[in-house]
């Protein structure tokens, strides 16, 4: 037993795999594939959200097996949109 707590773990979160890369405006990627999705809103609660969907192909680019993983987390830190596989 290491000896750390939950509030440990808390302050000290594990490293989220990822790669700072400017993307110019206007540039397409070969592998860019373009979606739309609408903001989700219901009158009872204003706007939810925005649902994001990745394919498999994607999921394996951002570290996370496909076929092994039954879930993610997503978060927004910083301004950058992370992915990590429980």
């Known amino acids: 037993?290491?000896?750390?707590?939950?509030?440990?773990?808390?302050?000290?979160?594990?490293?989220?795999?990822?790669?700072?890369?400017?993307?110019?405006?206007n540039t397409h990627s070969v592998d860019e594939v373009v979606r739309k999705a609408e903001i989700n809103r219901t009158e009872e609660w204003g706007t939810i959200g925005l649902p994001i969907f990745l394919t498999p192909?994607?999921?394996?680019?951002?570290?996370?097996?496909?076929?092994?993983t039954d879930q993610a987390t997503v978060r927004v830190q910083d301004?950058?949109?992370?992915?990590?596989?429980?």
């Open 57 to 68: 192909e994607e999921l394996e680019k951002q570290g996370i097996d496909p076929e092994t």
């Open 79 to 86: 301004g950058f949109l992370l992915i990590d596989s429980e």
């Open 1 to 25: 037993m290491d000896g750390a707590t939950e509030d440990d773990n808390s302050q000290h979160p594990q490293p989220t795999r990822h790669i700072d890369a400017i993307v110019p405006k």
